[in-house]
């Protein structure tokens, strides 16, 4: 995903309830560069409890994951000599559910991205320490050093890996929101947007690709309309009262607000998801370490030992966010392109 639209998609993706609201203040009230909710999440040695303190947002489950000696080895020294693998998040100051923001507890940082950051340095060996910050300060610890590596929805580009390393572990995808009773589904296809009123976010990248959708219906003849809204709060209005017949957005800020609104008069459902990068390359989320850092390898080794064991798939599903699966964790595997970076 483009850079400067990173954060914001996934801000428009989530419903502006009471719920996150009162998230974000707890959030908010951990400063702007906190590593004070970092608990782990542990129910004891030897597991990892994904998904606690989710407000809803996720299933919380139990996983049995210890050191993989083989794995911990690889570690640079200066790491393993410290006993702890410092992850960054970048959720300040509001957070973006279901990824990472401040628990039910209202001081606790939740979300998939910790949790898997949690999962990683118990394969590893190592005392998991999140640092959160803002999105801009995140990179600012990574170049310093205080931060070993993010777990941040960081996006795989080439010009990032001038200063970084990746290893991969979850799909970038864009997803279509619709109402529970509605019929309609993307598949894949454009064409299907013939003739549908779409709501998109101004300036982001899914907008750029709804957009060149359109041009190519208007050339057939088609046509796709595409509205926009303020606020979510909006959009989800015009979803409900038929106004719209999709939202295109950030497929993890959709998969929350399924959630949010399972049980209530108006519930949605995933209608089909697409590429952050668009259709020739599937866009990746990877872990973010400094480039030479001699992280990769084992962060990589780390989540395919999840994913062989199945404590990935399981974090996955606790988070509603099976359909971003990966099959393995590649090392810098190819990224979004300079001219798209």
């Known amino acids: 995903m483009r850079t400067l639209s990173l954060r914001s998609r996934l801000l428009r993706g989530v419903t502006a309830s009471a719920a996150v609201a009162s998230l974000a203040a707890g959030l908010a009230a951990c400063g702007g560069d906190s590593d004070a909710a970092t608990k782990t999440g542990s129910a004891s040695a030897g597991t990892v409890t994904v998904g606690a303190l989710s407000n809803g947002a996720a299933e919380e489950t139990e996983l049995k994951v210890s050191e ?7 570690l640079p020294k200066a790491v393993a000599r410290s006993g702890k693998l410092v992850v960054g998040v970048g959720a300040l100051p509001a957070g973006f559910p279901p990824l990472a923001y401040v628990g039910q507890d209202q001081k606790t940082l939740t979300g998939a991205e910790p949790d898997l950051g949690r999962l990683v340095a118990a394969v590893l060996g190592l005392k998991p320490e999140l640092k959160n910050s803002t999105w801009e300060n995140l990179f600012v610890g990574i170049d310093s050093g205080k931060v070993d590596v993010a777990f941040s929805n960081v996006t795989d580009t080439e010009e990032r890996k001038k200063k970084y390393e990746f290893a991969s572990y979850r799909q970038d995808n864009l997803a279509f929101e619709v109402p529970k ?3 309609w589904n993307f598949d894949g296809d454009y064409e299907n947007l013939a003739g549908k009123t779409v709501s998109v976010g101004a300036g982001t990248n899914q907008e750029k690709l709804l957009l060149e ?33 999709a939202y295109f957005g950030p497929n993890p800020g959709i998969a929350y607000h399924i959630t949010q609104v399972a049980r209530t008069p108006n519930p949605t459902r995933n209608a089909g998801e697409f590429s952050g990068a668009g259709a020739t390359l599937q866009g990746i989320i990877a872990a973010t370490a400094k480039k030479d850092s001699g992280l990769a390898k084992p962060l990589a080794d780390a989540v395919n030992y999840l994913i062989k064991n199945g404590q990935y798939a399981k974090w996955l599903a606790a988070w509603h966010l099976s359909n971003e699966a990966v099959g393995k964790s590649e090392i810098n595997p190819p990224g979004l392109p300079l001219d798209n970076s």
């Open 68 to 74: 993989v000696k083989s794995i911990s080895a690889e």
């Open 181 to 183: 009773k509605s019929t």
């Open 213 to 245: 959708w359109k041009a190519k219906l208007a050339k057939e003849g088609k046509k796709l309309t595409v509205k926009y809204f303020q606020d979510n709060n909006s959009v989800y209005l015009a979803l409900s009262s038929g106004k719209i017949d």
